[in-house]
Nanobody, 121 residues
């Protein structure tokens, strides 16, 4: 079994910054793509940013230039640096990872528990 443990959420004023962190633990052999999703009240969960093991990165248009995703493969961790935060960034943020638990296993998708990010004056 694999657990994704998140930290770094909270409340910040517009224009402020937060850094989210997520670390995978348990039966981790190899991690493929890692990413951050978010879900605002009454809306569908959406991809914020993703990063592949070799470094290819994708951002949704509304955060490009403000958010930076990175990962540390040695620590099985992914980070999201969020700058110039706007009220519309308010949501529950979820860490996501595709994980192989052994050499011959397939990739399984795992989710973190989610944490609130609130941007408000």
């Amino acid at each position: 079994q694999v657990q994704l443990v998140e930290s770094g959420g909270g409340e910040v004023q517009p224009g402020g910054s937060l850094t989210l962190s997520c670390t995978a633990s348990g039966s981790v052999f190899l991690i493929g793509v890692m990413g951050w999703f978010r879900q605002a009240p009454g809306k569908q969960r959406e991809l914020v940013a993703s990063i592949f093991r070799r470094g290819d990165i994708n951002y949704r248009d509304s955060v490009r230039g403000r958010f930076t995703i990175s990962r540390d493969n040695a620590k099985n961790a992914v980070y999201l640096q969020m700058n110039s935060l706007k009220p519309e960034d308010t949501a529950v943020y979820y860490c996501n990872a595709d994980v192989k638990e052994s050499l011959y296993s397939t990739y399984w998708e795992y989710w973190g528990q989610g944490m609130q990010v609130t941007v408000s004056s």
